[in-house]
């Protein structure tokens, strides 16, 4: 099962348990049943935090890769002569 859709599930308990409502037909929410989902819900949080500064770590070398590719390209646009360079060409 994927991360949204357990995270639904989670949510379905949690609402259930706080009702009242036995989610198994097996009785009243116990302290432990909470108790397990806070635990589910702070895994969760915990692997989303991960996930998170991962895509982060991944953008900013996502940005370092283009700005040196920026460099090169504005370093090989400045050697070149002619048309390249808008303030030289005649509108």
Not at 1 to 21: F, H, K, Q, T
Not at 40 to 67: P, T
Request: proline residues 5%.
């Amino acid at each position: 099962m994927d991360i949204e859709g357990r995270l639904l599930d989670l949510m379905s308990r949690m609402r259930a348990l706080e009702a009242g409502v036995p989610s198994s037909g097996a009785g009243k929410a116990t302290t432990a049943d909470v108790a397990q989902i806070k635990a589910d819900i702070a895994e969760f949080r915990a692997e989303i935090s991960q996930d998170l500064a991962a895509l982060g770590d991944e953008v900013a070398g996502l940005r370092r890769h283009l700005n040196e590719f920026l460099s090169y390209i504005q370093s090989k646009i400045q050697l070149q002569p002619g048309p390249l360079k808008p303030e030289l060409v005649d509108p």
